[in-house]
C-alpha cells in the first residue's frame, strides 16, 4: 500500500509543477510576449516593403516573408513514412481486390 501511495504522491506533484508552470507563464503573459515579437518583425518587414515601393526597387515576396516552417524529417521518418505509406497502398489494394471478387460472385 506504501508503494501505491508513493507512485500516487510523485505523479500528482509532476502534474502539480507542470499545471503552475503553464499557469505563471500565461499569468505572466509569455505567450503574449512570443506572439507580440512575431507582429513586430512583421511590422518591419511591412516598413522594410513600402520604403522599397518608394524607393523604386524590385521587390519579391521571398525577400519579405520569413520561412517559420522546421523540417523534421530524417532517415528514420522517411524510412517510416515509405514503410506506412507501402502498407496503406497494400492493404487498400487488397480490400478493393477482395470486394471486388465479392461484388462479382453477387452479380452472378
Not at 513514412?81 to 460472385?105: C, E, M, P, Y
Amino acid at each position: 500500500m506504501e508503494k501505491k501511495y508513493k507512485v500516487f504522491k510523485w505523479t500528482f506533484l509532476f502534474f502539480l509543477v507542470i499545471f503552475l508552470t503553464l499557469y505563471f507563464s500565461q499569468l505572466t503573459g509569455y505567450y503574449e510576449f512570443k506572439n507580440y515579437q512575431k507582429m513586430s518583425l512583421t511590422q518591419d518587414q511591412i516598413a522594410q516593403f513600402e520604403q522599397d515601393i518608394k524607393d523604386g526597387k524590385q521587390v519579391d515576396i521571398k525577400d519579405y516573408v520569413v520561412n517559420t516552417d522546421k523540417d523534421y524529417q530524417n532517415k528514420f521518418s522517411k524510412t517510416g513514412l515509405k514503410l506506412s505509406t507501402g502498407i496503406s497502398d497494400l492493404v487498400k489494394n487488397s480490400v478493393a481486390k477482395i470486394f471486388g471478387t465479392i461484388a462479382g460472385f453477387v452479380t452472378e
